[in-house]
């Protein structure tokens, strides 16, 4: 169920208007909500975040506890941005042990360490995309035609699907390490149920994003926390916003 609520609050320091989900008991869950930048210079996807476009991006609230909202054991942030021909994903991962073995496209990369992104761009269908990274640099990219109905992913890939990860440390699931980041460029023309595209300034879709933790301590993190062990819940997803709003 959708919110008819939708922007109660603005803040400066990071993009966190809210809006409402309601949720077992009565009681409703604040849904964040990001604004996207659009940015004049196409992305260099290598994981790092030197791009200018991205120093002017706000980031999003850091990652919570999925299961209460809580607030984490482990930093988190991501920052999106948009142009005619992708939408831009960058996280950032703190992690003093950073670990994945799975090296295929489109293995269970979510029983390891991964960062997930779930887009509904159009929240009157139940379809959305779900796009998995691990610190390997694997993708698990995955169309479903509804909650937990995908198209057969091992056949379905986005081709002109982009990312990359920088690693600070070793991928080892031994200590000693300080972060990774992974950065996404999602072509719009995968996006098949979007109402336009490109998006325009005003245009909102529902998304979430997620960290799975694993060492030292298993974690499930969440921009939008869905408040039960399950990822794939699309009316607990935040929104973004598309705004004209140019970055470098
Ligand atoms: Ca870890
Ligand atoms: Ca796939």
Known sequence: MRSAAFIVAVTTTFSTIVSTAPVAGGQSAQLP??????????IKVDGKLDDPS???????????NNSDGSSAPYETEAKILYDDNYLYFFFRCADENIWATLKRRDAHLWEEEVIEVF????????SYIELEVNPLGTMLDIYLLDVRKPLRYESWNSEKLRWAVRVAGTVDGKGGDREWACEIALPFEDIV?????????????RLNLYRVESRPVPTLLAW??????????????????FTDRKVP
Do not use: N
């Not at 939008?224 to 916003?241: A, C, Q, Y």
């Open 33 to 42: 909500v990001y604004e996207v930048s659009r940015t004049s210079t196409a």
């Open 54 to 64: 991205w120093s002017k991006a706000p980031g999003t609230r850091k990652f919570i």
């Open 119 to 126: 887009l509904q761009a159009d929240p009157s269908q139940p």
């Open 193 to 205: 149920t979007a109402p336009r595209l490109p998006p325009r300034p005003g245009d909102r879709w």
């Open 224 to 241: 939008s926390p869905t408040r039960k062990d399950d990822f794939h819940l699309p009316g607990m997803f935040g929104w973004i916003v």
